[in-house]
């Protein structure tokens, strides 16, 4: 899990230097920063939601040179706009978001990226969509 959260905070931190995130807090699910509420201004909420580790070969290829692990996750960045404001800005965010993780992806291990419609929560009083995105990649090792 760790080296899946490294990654996850590598591209993060990469795509926070956009001008276009300037004013977006960034927090991670489950941590040790809260959430306001009701919510201000907008606040991007990142969460691993699924991993997988596999003991095999590089590609699936069977190769006696190459074994190693290969790790798979699925993500979320969940990005919240004011319930007053009526979502306004919230899909600029979510389009410079989709093509900003391909650029923040130097490792190229983020695949699958989609975004949803947008949803209310109840429990922050705020709009949100979701941006998920898939990553695989190998730790490997001579054998």
């Known amino acids: 899990m760790t080296q899946i959260r490294r990654h996850v905070d590598r591209i993060i931190i990469r795509l926070k230097q956009r001008a276009a995130f300037n004013g977006v807090r960034f927090v991670r699910e489950y941590g040790n920063d809260s959430m306001e509420t ?34 798979g996750a699925q993500a979320e960045i969940r990005v919240y706009a004011p319930a007053d404001e009526n979502g306004s800005g919230l899909s600029e965010l979510v389009c410079e978001l989709m093509s900003g993780l391909e650029d923040a992806d130097e490792e190229n291990v983020v695949s699958d990226i989609t975004a949803s419609s947008i949803e209310f929560d109840p429990d922050v009083n705020a709009v949100f969509r979701k941006v998920e995105f898939s990553m695989e990649f190998c730790l490997c090792e001579e054998g």
């Not at 969460?47 to 006696?64: A, P, V």
């Open 38 to 71: 009701p919510v201000r201004g907008h606040v991007a909420v990142v969460g691993i939601t699924k991993t997988e580790r596999k003991k095999g070969y590089i590609g699936g290829y069977l190769s006696s040179s190459v074994k190693g692990e290969t790790y």
